[in-house]
């Protein structure tokens, strides 16, 4: 079995606001053994001197668009064959490995199958890439967002469009046939998309109540698109788990998902709206416009519904839509930010969102998202303190050491150690 000893670390388990000096002994897939420094030795294990540097869980994006890359229009991802868009995922899936990711969750998939078979080669050591939730696409009603067909000519969609029950259960069915693990529905309509706009709630009771059970039936989880009140209300009375968006909830709303705060997960996606509203002029976005569909609006309400839904201790994801023009795969971790500057979480907070929470939405809670005896190592070497700067999670070269499962992805700690000691001789 392979064993490494991480010495001299200052370990942030992933549950508290604090980091305290430690060794960690990583046998195979697993962390075996954390102790005072000095205290574990083991012949044969690879050595990783951290030098008072932060070791980490994992991250888990937990909006994840594996399938999604540089799109500007929704309708873009709609038009990438399926032989590219095969390639684009599998290098998304590197990419988010690459930025301390060891898992995702999948928010939703652009072609039914890309979450799947990306999720599949990962599992067999063929590529490398993240722990994968597999998703299917948009399950969307005509006019929904996700329907970007035309009347008049043959158009290809990002979504999977269904009406009525049997048509609901049956897309929910092929999806859970095809292999998926999450199963997403667009209950809302959204402000970024030509059609129904995110105050609209276009999928019927009865349509969201229909692909829960059925979803359930095959022992899937199931992903909302919600913006407008009354969405996340459905969403919550018809038993979806991960409720995204959420920033129109009223009180009523609220309090219906703090009722519920055991059982779902919610995700602000923020990333999208800040980087449209700030950074999107490149891409055609100006102020004016971003302004005008909403965006100023949705980061306000966004900030209020989150720093309630914080206070009464609704588990939240980080992940903002990343796999846009103005959101590149790779840039994830700034939502930890946003997190914090926007929604009123300390940065321990926002890092459990991004460690122990996932850890939960991926079904793994006793033994993904912290750094414990007998959970699974995947761990981060963090050049940094990031509960002192939570923004030092998005540049790569900050992480020192990436471990999946027990196994190195990268490990340049050696070389950052002799930096080190080269400026201390100096
Ligand atoms: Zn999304």
Redesign the pocket.
């Known amino acids: 079995m392979t064993a490494t000893l991480f010495s001299d670390a200052m370990v942030w388990d992933g549950t508290s606001a604090l980091r305290f000096p430690a060794d960690v002994l990583v046998e195979g897939q697993r962390i075996r053994a954390i102790a005072k420094p000095g205290e574990l030795s083991v012949d044969g294990a690879l050595m990783v001197a951290c030098g008072g540097r932060t070791l980490m869980p994992g991250m888990v994006e937990g ?1 994840a ?1 594996l399938s999604f890359g540089g799109a500007v229009k929704d309708s873009d991802l709609g038009n990438i064959p399926p032989e590219e868009h095969v390639l684009l995922t599998m290098r998304n899936a590197k990419t988010l490995l690459d930025h301390g990711f060891t898992s995702a969750y999948s ?2 998939s652009a072609k039914l199958r890309l979450d799947v078979v990306i999720r599949n080669a990962v599992n067999a050591g063929e590529i490398p890439g993240p722990r994968i939730r597999a998703a299917g696409p948009e399950i969307t009603v005509t006019g929904g967002l996700g329907d970007e067909r035309k009347q008049h000519m043959y158009y290809e969609s990002f979504g999977m469009i269904a009406d009525g029950k049997e048509e609901i259960a049956r897309a929910v069915r092929l999806c859970c046939r095809e292999g998926v693990d999450n199963i997403k529905v667009n209950i809302s309509g959204d402000d970024l998309g030509p059609l129904a706009h995110g105050g609209l709630t276009v999928m019927e009771e009865e349509e969201v109540a229909m692909a829960v059970k059925v979803a359930k039936s095959f022992g899937r989880r199931v992903n909302c ?1 919600a913006r407008s009140a009354e969405s996340v209300k459905r969403a919550v009375r018809c038993g979806v788990d991960v409720i ?1 968006h959420c920033e129109s909830a009223d009180e009523e709303a609220i309090d219906m998902l703090e009722s519920v705060k055991d059982r779902i997960f919610v995700g602000p ?1 923020i990333g ?1 709206i800040y980087a449209t509203l700030h950074e999107g002029e490149q891409w055609g976005f100006t102020h004016e416009m971003a302004v005008g569909f909403g965006m100023q609006r949705v980061i306000d309400t966004t900030a209020a519904v989150y720093t309630q839904l914080r206070k009464r201790g609704v588990r939240a994801l980080i992940g903002g ?1 990343y796999g846009f023009a103005q959101t590149p795969q790779g840039d994830n971790a700034r939502d930890l930010k946003y997190f914090v500057d926007l929604m009123g979480y300390s940065p321990s907070e926002a890092l459990q969102c991004a460690t122990r929470f996932g850890g939960q939405v991926m079904g793994m809670s006793s033994e993904l998202g912290q750094v414990k005896e007998g959970f699974i190592a995947d761990l981060l070497l963090v050049d940094g303190d990031p509960l002192q700067d939570v923004s030092i999670m998005v540049p790569k070269e900050n992480l020192l050491v990436i471990m999946k499962d027990g196994v190195m992805h990268k490990n340049i700690a050696d070389r950052a150690q002799a930096a080190q000691h080269s400026i201390a001789a100096e």
Do not use: N, R, T
């Open positions: 909006h668009h928010a939703a698109h995204y996606a999208i839509d």
